[in-house]
């Protein structure tokens, strides 16, 4: 079974756009791909979700290809409380037996 | 509303030694889900439960057992624990219909932090 899989982790600044991809080479027709954020001791957070195109909302973008084999989640402007790991996640097969979290993008940002 | 909530915080067992991992949620939702992350890692389903009286096993599940008491509740059982299921345990629960499971927000509890010596 093909799973997610995302860049181990990136650094960025204060004030610079992220970009993280996360490649799901075996999604299916009718799974959505869904973003969540997590701080250390915490809970994964829903951040945002999408089909195909471009999804926005008030605190990042999802960016989808026409074949959905991919998805580019960006967040602008960032700031140190961004600081975090990003999980992509999918249903392949469209089962909830198969929701795969990829392995998750540690994110640290500087001053 | 408390969301999803996770008892215990904590704990400790022994090789051997067996415990059941609370987990409630008061947002009505049928979909309830149970995740290990391993130390520096990401979430793999255990178990889930796509309504009240059903449950299907995820990607991790031998060493498990799993109830859905009612729609508000869904514990998960370690019969007799293993060094290898030290881990956070994470409930999460969503929404369902007849979309797909990933079309769904899920909302995860704080979490178990077990250690088995």
């Known amino acids: 079974l093909a799973k997610t899989t995302q860049p181990i982790s990136m650094d960025s600044y204060e004030g610079q756009e992220v970009n993280i991809t996360c490649s799901h080479n075996?999604?299916?027709?009718?799974?959505?791909i869904t973003w969540y954020q997590q701080f250390p001791s915490q809970g994964p957070r829903f951040i945002i979700q999408?089909?195909?195109t471009k999804v926005t909302n008030e605190v990042a973008s999802l960016f989808i290809p026409a074949d959905r084999k991919s998805s580019t989640l960006s967040l602008p402007r960032v700031s140190l409380s961004d600081t975090a790991v990003y999980y992509c996640?999918?249903?392949?097969?469209?089962?909830?037996?198969?929701?795969?979290f990829g392995s998750g993008t540690r994110l640290s940002i500087r001053p | 509303n408390a969301g999803v909530t996770q008892t215990p915080k904590f704990q400790v067992l022994k090789t051997g030694q067996s415990m059941t991992l609370q987990c409630a949620q008061d947002?009505?939702?049928?979909?309830m889900y149970w995740y290990r992350q391993d130390p520096g890692m990401g979430l793999r389903l255990i178990y889930y439960?796509?309504?009240?009286?059903?449950?299907d096993k995820g990607e991790v599940p031998n060493g498990y057992n799993v109830s859905r008491l009612n729609k508000r509740e869904f514990s998960l059982r370690l019969e007799s624990a293993a060094p290898s299921q030290t881990s956070v345990y994470f409930c999460?629960?969503?929404?369902?219909?007849?979309?797909?499971?990933?079309?769904?927000?899920?909302?995860f509890g704080p979490g178990t932090r077990l250690t088995v010596t």
């Open positions: 999460a629960s969503s929404e369902s219909g007849t979309g797909s499971y990933s079309s769904y927000e899920q909302y």
């Open positions: 999408g089909y195909k």
């Open positions: 439960s796509a309504s009240e009286g059903t449950t």
């Open positions: 075996n999604i299916a027709t009718n799974d959505y």
């Open positions: 947002m009505n939702h049928n979909s």
């Open positions: 996640l999918v249903a392949l097969y469209s089962s909830a037996s198969k929701i795969i």
